[in-house]
């Protein structure tokens, strides 16, 4: 190959032709890596709960008010989403924190005949709302969960479950997206142009929702103590 050629190569591809770096240095640039990303975290984190934890509050609350009323909450979101929709249905189902009950909440993602019956029949982009025809009723919740806002597939449940008069949630991330246009309950969006950082936002968001809730409803029992304003489970 001549010269003007792996130069080409060389530019496309420089990992092909450049030099191991010193292994102090690469330990260094490494360290700086992670030094960075944990600040974007941080302030990822910080931005979102000073300027949305009052949405969030007034989530909690209409959210207390579905499970008051016998209502189930139901999550969706696909890839490493879809991952966080199961996350969030086990912890309102199977708290590890004594003394906090059981509540009825159900990830749509976890049937893989549904899906793939629906995916190979109609199109992937009706997975979630079919379900959500044939199980959500007006007292019960939806969350849906996607870094971008736009899954068709989730925008598509969120509509199916505004008909029937469900509460309807979601956690975005960027510009919101579509989700943040379409008129649901409640959208909290992560500002931010980093998957990984919304994703780690949104972990702390159904963390912090979860206990909130339950904070909520342990008022109506009368079983409110300081100590479940600071308890996190």
């Not at 060389?10 to 990303?37: C, V």
């Not at 966080?84 to 749509?108: C, K, M, N, W, Y």
């Not at 893989?112 to 079919?130: E, I, P, Y």
Request: net charge negative.
């Amino acid at each position: 190959m001549d010269s003007s050629n792996d130069q080409i190569l060389a530019s496309m591809y420089p990992f092909l032709t450049a030099k191991k770096q010193d292994p102090a240095s690469m330990n260094r640039a490494l360290a700086e890596s992670i030094r960075q990303k944990a600040a974007e975290h941080q302030s990822v984190i910080e931005q979102f709960f000073s300027l949305q934890g009052q949405a969030l509050i007034d989530l909690a609350q209409d959210l207390a008010k579905v499970y008051r009323s016998n209502g189930r909450l139901y999550s969706m979101g696909n890839g490493g989403s879809s991952s966080d929709a199961a996350h969030i249905s086990v912890e309102f189902q199977h708290p590890v924190t004594t003394g906090r009950p059981a509540l009825p909440a159900f990830d749509l993602s976890s049937d893989k005949t549904m899906l793939t019956a629906v995916a190979n029949d109609v199109g992937f982009a009706q997975v979630f709302s079919r379900q959500v025809i044939a199980l959500v009723n007006p007292q019960d919740a939806l969350i849906g969960v996607s870094t971008s806002g736009n899954s068709a597939n989730l925008v598509n449940a969120f509509q199916q479950a505004k008909k029937k008069g469900a509460l309807t949630i979601g956690l975005a991330g960027g510009d919101g997206g579509e989700m943040a246009s379409m008129g649901l309950d409640h959208c909290l969006v992560v500002p931010s142009d980093s998957i990984h950082r919304v994703q780690e936002c949104h972990v702390a968001i159904y963390h912090m929702l979860w206990d909130l809730v339950h904070t909520l409803l342990a008022d109506d029992r009368g079983q409110l103590v300081p100590a479940d304003f600071t308890t996190e489970g």
